[in-house]
């Protein structure tokens, strides 16, 4: 079981950078892909980042493909997301999610069991 909290959120100008961090407890931290998915109102949640167990696989949507970086540190128990190039369309809850390992890269919001409460990012026109 894990327990995910999110914090970096914050209010951004247009083409700054802003790194969320999502720091985990629980056992074997090592054992779960993570991914960063955000929510901006009235919409729905959409993934922007993958990861897997040991960060050597990554996954991007083309929306924030090339500014976003998604990395993890297992031994502190943290995953982070570092956001370059930041657009008003950005805007949104950034949550902070994970699954078992299963072989792949989980794409789909229904596959994550574990969920941080988010953190709001707000990048103004």
């Known amino acids: 079981q894990l327990q995910l909290v999110e914090s970096g959120g914050g209010l951004v100008q247009a083409g700054g950078s802003r790194r969320l961090s999502c720091a985990a407890s629980?056992?074997?931290?090592?054992?779960?892909?993570m991914g960063w998915f955000r929510q901006p109102s009235g919409k729905e949640r959409e993934l922007v980042a993958a990861v897997s167990w040991g960060g050597r696989i990554t996954y991007y949507p083309d929306s924030v493909k090339g500014r976003f970086t998604i990395s993890r540190d297992n031994p502190k128990n943290t995953v982070y997301l570092q956001m370059n190039s930041l657009k008003p369309e950005d805007t949104a809850v950034y949550y902070c999610?994970?699954?078992?390992?299963?072989?792949?890269?989980?794409?789909?919001?229904?596959?994550?069991?574990?969920w941080g409460q988010g953190t709001q990012v707000s990048v103004p026109s």
């Open positions: 629980g056992r074997d931290f090592s054992r779960y892909g």
């Open positions: 999610a994970g699954a078992l390992w299963i072989g792949r890269l989980v794409r789909r919001a229904e596959e994550y069991v574990y």
